[in-house]
């Protein structure tokens, strides 16, 4: 009976005898990513990195010649396709020969995790202030275009901005809610939607968010049952949507509102609100959670940006709540009573123990207010030693 050790090793070089080249294992690959769940986005950009942007002759190299080196030829490449373009062959790259390894068995040169991903500086994403967002929020309320389908379409941007920063859905996942789902978020606040990958998650609103959504379908007269439709009284659609923000930006520079214009984007709506919960004290696992994001490193890395103007307001007003004088005199009063004598002339003083200086060390935090049910029995202990003491010395 042949040991299943020996099996491995032979479906490995059965495997290696398949797979001769770099790119024999295309086809096969693309339908794992189907098999997988991926969505198509995805999926095509798999395939424009490896069959287009990878150069022809690394395509053909054998798979036994390959070299840790060789990712450097792939980052030149994808340099012609836009900042992220190294970082995104690089990771092509890697997603293939874990596949080639760990799901057909393939023995390579080296581990795919070996390869490192180069880092891109990223640019700052942008964020709205508090302030800016209140101005947007109210700019689309008091502005309205004269004609029926003007305001029908600012009516449903309306919702649609709401919504965006109200839940922290992406562009695609807000497209894709339906109006029958309305009775379900207006009763428990939440619903279910289609996240990455085709499953499915929950999705909290908030208050604002549902009441700006009641007034939108209260003004609709269409039967969609889109929750967002356009003008026509259809669903909306991605590019219809951001061919809005497109014509807003536009008119907001001509009002002088140049800052919020270019950070106009429905991404940045999520990323606000990433920030604006973390800020006022979320716990980073309910913004990962918020946020749908498989790892909290992703929410930190991209969606959490420090601002700079508030972090030195808190970094001062918290160091300015510090009584430094008062703990001193506290300090001073309560370490004099935790000594003892040690001769009856009193000339000679014994500290205490390292457990009762850790206990006095604890006494500086600013928070803490010494009782007779806080204090330690060593402590009180103590106490009552130099009671004793002082009435034999008198």
């Avoid at 450097?72 to 092509?92: I, K, Q, S, Y």
């Avoid at 140049?258 to 609100?273: N, Q, V, Y």
């Avoid at 992703?298 to 808190?314: C, D, F, L």
Wanted: aromatic content about 10%; glycine content about 6%; some cysteine.
């Amino acid at each position: 009976m042949i040991a299943r050790s020996s099996l491995t090793r032979i479906s490995g070089l059965f495997g290696f005898m398949m797979y001769k080249r770099f790119n024999d294992g295309y086809e096969k690959y693309f339908a794992f990513l189907e098999q997988k769940g991926r969505n198509k986005k995805t999926i095509d950009e798999h395939k424009r990195m490896l069959c287009y942007i990878f150069p022809k002759e690394f395509q053909n190299k054998k798979l036994k010649n390959l070299l840790r080196t060789d990712v450097a030829l792939l980052e030149e490449a994808g340099r012609n396709h836009g900042v992220h373009g190294p970082t995104r062959a690089v990771v092509a790259f890697r997603r293939y020969l874990d596949f080639l390894q760990t799901d057909c068995n393939i023995k390579l040169p080296f581990y795919w995790r070996d390869v490192k991903v180069p880092i891109i500086k990223e640019k700052e994403q942008p964020v709205f202030e508090d302030y800016e967002l209140a101005t947007l929020f109210q700019i689309m309320e008091t502005t309205e275009s004269g004609s029926v389908h003007g305001r029908r379409m600012s009516w449903t941007m309306q919702a649609f901005f709401e919504t965006l920063f109200g839940t922290g859905l992406r562009m695609h996942e807000a497209l894709s809610l339906k109006l029958s789902q309305y009775d379900e978020i207006k009763d428990s606040g939440k619903t279910k939607i289609l996240r990455k990958g085709k499953k499915e998650r929950e999705v909290s609103f908030s208050d604002r968010a549902i009441e700006k959504l009641n007034k939108y379908i209260e003004k609709r007269n269409d039967r969609s049952d889109a929750m967002f439709v356009n003008s026509c009284g259809e669903p909306l659609i991605e590019a219809t949507a951001k061919s809005y923000f497109q014509r807003l930006r536009i008119k907001l520079r001509e009002a002088g509102y140049e800052e919020i214009a270019k950070k106009l984007k429905s991404h940045t709506f999520r990323r606000t609100l990433a920030t604006y919960l973390l800020e006022h004290g979320a716990d980073i696992k309910a913004v990962q959670s918020v946020m749908d994001h498989e790892s909290e490193r992703t929410t930190i890395r991209h969606y959490i940006r420090v601002n700079k103007r508030r972090a030195q307001i808190i970094h001062r007003s918290i160091l300015s709540k510090i009584p430094f004088d008062e703990l001193a005199k506290r300090y001073k009063e309560i370490n004099g009573r935790a000594m003892v004598r040690t001769t009856s002339n009193g000339g000679q003083w014994m500290s205490l123990d390292e457990q009762a200086s850790e206990e006095l060390a604890s006494l500086m935090k600013p928070d803490l207010n010494i009782t007779t049910k806080n204090k330690s029995p060593l402590l009180q202990m103590y106490q009552m030693l130099g009671k004793l003491l002082m009435q034999g010395n008198s």
